[in-house]
């Protein structure tokens, strides 16, 4: 792929990572975040800072999202110094945070006026993913221009897919995300018992990840768990912003859905109890008060 003008918005604990490799393909990138500090190592990389999206966007041909909630990336989009206030006629946006489907298809709508193309493309993979470039990304908007953005995509990921029009890519992120949810909840009860029972935690996930029961969550999450690592490869407060996504969905499709629900409760109550900031393995500590353990 030729060298293009890259604009990236958002440069936390994923974004910072995945606009990382598009600089070290050698692609030009005009960065912002709303907290300077965090894009330090991609400016010391080459990446030119801006003040604000308005600003990338009038740099740029090709622009990244990644960030916190859906009220972030509609004021990225369509704020008084958002991207649509400086984007250039033929322009691709990209926005890869996990969002409203509703929203994504509002900035396909949007851009469509204005000669822009849109995609949604929410990822999975955590910390880990974005790192080491083999997230999971699932892409909503035209085909044409997916296919003209692929080979940035596979920069960042190994498992990427068109999944259909506008805010499809959203969609699949939901189910991905519904699928989690009620997984975590079973890692956290798995190795509360293994506990309980004596055994020693890391034989367990090493004989059991390898079984039907494997899954990423216990082979890459458990771990962090036995030692005591909270740290986010995805907050708390963001999981608890996409079921509540996922829930809202369901709502408007007529659609039941419990097991959500209760993995929702459970994760609302890890907010209340100030742990908004930890990963989603920090779900552990939850269930380990709720039954007296100490960790």
Known sequence: MEKKKIGWIGTG????????HVLKAGHSVAVYNRTKAKATNLIDMGA????NPKEVAEKSDIIFTIVG????VRQVYFGAEGIFKGIKKGAI???MTTSEPTLAQEIYEEGKKMGVHCLDAPVSGGDVGAREGTLAIMVGGDKEIYEEILPLFQLMGKNIAYMGKAGAGQHTKMSNQILIAGTMIGVVESLLYAYKAGNDL???????G?????CWSINNLGPRIVKGNFDPGFFIKHFVKDMG??????????????GLALAYQFYVAAMAMGLENLGTQGLYKVFAKMNGVDI
């Not at 604990?13 to 990382?20: K, L």
């Not at 890391?202 to 059991?208: K, S, Y």
Request: proline share 4%.
């Open 245 to 258: 996504i996922a829930l809202q969905e369901a709502k408007q499709m007529n659609l039941s859905l419990p």
């Open 48 to 51: 030119q800072w801006c003040s």
């Open 210 to 214: 390898k079984g039907a029961a494997g």
């Open 93 to 95: 946006t990209i926005d």
């Open 13 to 20: 604990v994923m974004g910072n990572s995945m606009c990382s």
């Open 202 to 208: 890391t034989e367990v996930i090493n004989v059991i």
């Open 69 to 72: 909630f859906p009220q972030d």
